[in-house]
């Protein structure tokens, strides 16, 4: 590697999760010129899993942002350039001119601010002879200022009646070539000369060309199948699928159609369950901790599986086996404004109540903020997604990827149930619990499920079946 290659470093885009491909730059807490250190955050990525704060392995002066905010980069691409170096610009050699080119012409390097001739930086030494490219929208890539230095004149080429104009990807001019009275038909008609098909020769946009473009504007207006006509705009919204809402997407899509699916549902009284929680936020033990009904569910759940252990499995598809798991990494399925996302509680089986309630607030705390990580995602085993605060009774709810069962816990509502012979107000809800069938039979998952409702109808039983 020569000194110039080690003076400009690029950072790329790291896989900051497990086999991600892609990741979204929202946010860039540098600019060109700013002077960063080894660790510092540089920017903020979304990936398929969460939002992620990157920081740089090294120090210099930031040379170039390759990539605007909101653009979706590969794994591995540079995002960043730095200079490691920055006192060595005035002392770096220059770019040689070309055999059998004045050094007039030659792009001087200490006019740009750097080597001319660094692979990835500054023009290529033919570049002088092409039309100069246009810029792509949106990129912030760094450009070679112009020279100060005119190039020497060269022998007068051949005259000619008109350059040929520049093309796009389709063959056609990159702007529509049209005469300034053309130009202000088309802007009084609201028709976009780059969707007329031009008749004129050398591909010139005629007055006729426009009038027609209009009449099939108008003709599609009032054809019923036609697209939405100017009254529906402003009334719909598109957004690209990308980041969180793309990954969980794709991951339902996968699990509906690969797990074959089954739910079932028990309406239990919770009454002793509320009551416990509301005993539970007067005691010392608990002070200052999330206490709520989601964490006697977890910790119903948790009970459940240790007492039907087999529930708590993968089907590993690849070597056709049942892959048996002795430990609970507990999922919980949080809205976010990136979208649903399950973090989870690592062994979350081996917590104490206490222990289990701190987990829960800091998992849900995070999540809102928009920190949990990739491996907070990662390795869940079951989950448990409380739609009850949205004042919903039940559903049916889709596996995470990967795992043998969720729960859905509904919303808890006072409601008439016979209580020791007698019809009286309760607390009531609905557990529904969704299992893989290629791994979880009818018994198992039915015996799961009613374990949850058992301790949630007597918490006693905590103890009792501890």
């Known amino acids: 590697m020569t000194a110039v290659e080690q003076r ?25 010129g700013d002077t960063v250190t080894d660790g510092q955050v540089v920017c903020e990525v979304e990936t398929a899993k969460a939002a992620v704060e990157l920081p740089i392995p090294f120090d210099g002066v930031v040379h170039e942002l390759r990539f605007d905010e909101g653009t979706t980069v590969d794994v591995g691409t540079p995002i960043i350039s730095v200079d490691t170096d920055p006192g060595a610009g005035e002392a770096a050699p220059q770019a040689a001119p070309a055999a059998g080119k004045p050094a007039a012409e030659a792009e001087p390097a200490e006019k740009e601010g750097r080597q001319a001739n660094l692979v990835g930086y500054g023009a290529a030494p033919a570049s002088t002879k092409r039309r100069p490219r246009k810029p792509v929208p949106g990129s912030q890539r760094s450009a070679p200022a112009p020279s100060a230095a005119a190039p020497a004149p060269q022998e007068p080429a051949p005259a000619r009646p008109e350059a040929a104009p520049e093309l796009n990807g389709s063959g056609r001019p990159a702007r529509p070539l049209a005469k300034p009275p053309v130009r202000k038909l088309a802007k009084d008609l609201g028709i976009d000369l780059e969707a007329v098909t031009p008749s004129g020769p050398d591909g010139i946009i005629t007055r006729e060309d426009v009038h027609a473009a209009a009449e099939a504007v108008q003709t599609a207006r009032e054809t019923p199948v036609a697209a939405p006509s100017r009254a529906v705009e402003g009334r719909e919204r598109r ?48 002070a200052g901790l999330r206490v709520n009904p989601l964490l006697l569910v977890a910790k119903a759940l948790l009970v459940a599986i240790r007492r039907n252990p087999d529930v708590n499995a993968t089907w590993d598809e690849d070597n056709q086996e049942i892959v048996y798991k002795d430990y609970v990494n507990l999922g919980i399925a949080a809205a976010t404004p990136r979208g649903l996302i399950v973090p989870n509680i690592k062994d979350a089986h081996a917590k104490t ?30 989950t448990i997604t409380n739609v009850g605060v949205f004042g919903i009774d039940a559903g049916t709810p889709i596996l995470n990827p990967g795992e043998s069962a969720i729960l859905a816990f509904g919303a808890v509502k006072l409601q008439p149930w ?49």
Do not use: C, Y
């Open 353 to 382: 109540l206490p222990e289990l309630a701190s987990a829960l607030g800091e998992l849900v705390t995070t999540a809102r903020e928009g920190k949990t990580t990739p491996a907070d995602m990662s390795g869940g085993t079951v």
């Open 239 to 286: 957004v690209p699928v990308k980041g969180v809402r793309k990954a969980t997407a794709q991951a339902m899509v996968n699990s509906a159609f690969t797990a074959p699916h089954v739910t079932e549902f028990v309406t239990v009284d919770v009454t002793r369950t509320m009551k416990l929680v509301a005993d539970l936020k007067q005691d010392p033990a608990m």
């Open 8 to 32: 400009f470093r690029e950072f790329k885009m790291p896989d900051v999760g497990e086999g991600l491909t892609e990741a979204e730059i929202l946010k860039w807490f540098v600019a060109p």
């Open 418 to 466: 016979v209580h020791k012979g007698e019809v009286k107000p309760r607390q009531v809800t609905t557990l529904a619990l969704s299992f893989d069938h290629r791994l979880v039979d009818g018994e198992l998952g039915s015996k799961v499920l009613a374990d949850v409702a058992a301790v949630l109808e007597r918490p006693k039983r905590l103890i009792t079946w501890a």
